[in-house]
């Protein structure tokens, strides 16, 4: 099974890909992952990566492209993978045309509560285990989120290390709101691009995750099932 899966940053994509990968036994690629291997390996491609976010810009699309493209010819892919927030424009989605992508899953948060679970993140500034001190249970539209904090055992100590817990300077609302703002730019075409063409699962995120990846693996099994 090939899927893709969108979301806005904070919505939890990596957890998800990660999880539903596992379950279905497939792989989870992202090209966050591909990247730092290169940059770790110092690979040529490694280098050239490197000089683009040394200069704070976006690495182009045909470099990224072709990085996926040659991923995706590995012998792990054959039995399928999930692409996690790839492709993020129109010219990489063009670029994996040859892929039969079976299905795209989009995961839905309003803007407020993403916002709220972003400010209320926590992360150890030892060994970067992630919390979050944020109790959730809010009605937005008749639909009611309930989302259980993870907060450390002791208060402001990772249960890990024991390191101290910190913000990150750009958890905070003006930044979370910019990063939703650019998300929507940018996927909007890629959305369009596939209208029509590839079937979309919409989940609405209520839940804790163990609750909301059954949830995603109840709506695949009957596409699952077609293949
Ligand atoms: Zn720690």
Avoid: W
């Avoid at 539903?20 to 036994?25: E, F, R, V, W, Y």
């Avoid at 040529?44 to 040394?54: H, N, T, V």
């Amino acid at each position: 099974m090939k899927i893709i899966m969108f979301g806005p940053p904070g919505v939890g994509k990596g957890t998800y890909s990660s999880r539903i990968a596992q379950k279905l036994g497939i792989v989870n690629i992202s090209t966050g992952d591909i990247f730092r291997e290169h940059l770790d390996r110092g690979t040529e491609l490694g280098r050239r990566i490197e000089s683009y976010m040394k200069k704070g810009k976006l690495v182009p699309d045909e470099i990224v492209a072709n990085i996926m493209r040659r991923r995706l010819t590995q012998k792990d892919c054959e039995g399928g993978f999930i692409l996690d927030g790839y492709p993020r424009t129109v010219t990489q989605a063009m670029a994996l045309e040859d892929e039969k992508i079976d299905v795209i899953i989009t995961l839905i948060v309003p803007d407020e509560i993403l916002i709220a679970k972003c400010v209320a993140r926590r992360i150890c500034k030892d060994c970067g285990e992630i919390y979050n001190i944020l109790n959730l249970d809010r009605t937005i539209e008749d639909v009611r989120y309930v989302v259980p904090s993870m907060s450390p055992q002791i208060e402001k100590k990772c249960d890990k290390c024991g390191g101290g817990l910190i913000q990150r300077i750009d958890d905070n609302p003006q930044m979370i709101k910019t990063r939703l703002e650019i998300y929507r730019e940018q996927s909007k075409p890629v959305v369009k691009y596939y209208h029509g063409r590839i079937q979309f699962i919409e989940i609405n995120m209520t839940g804790a995750v163990n609750l909301m990846v059954n949830v995603i693996m109840e709506k695949l099994t009957p596409i699952l099932n077609k293949l």
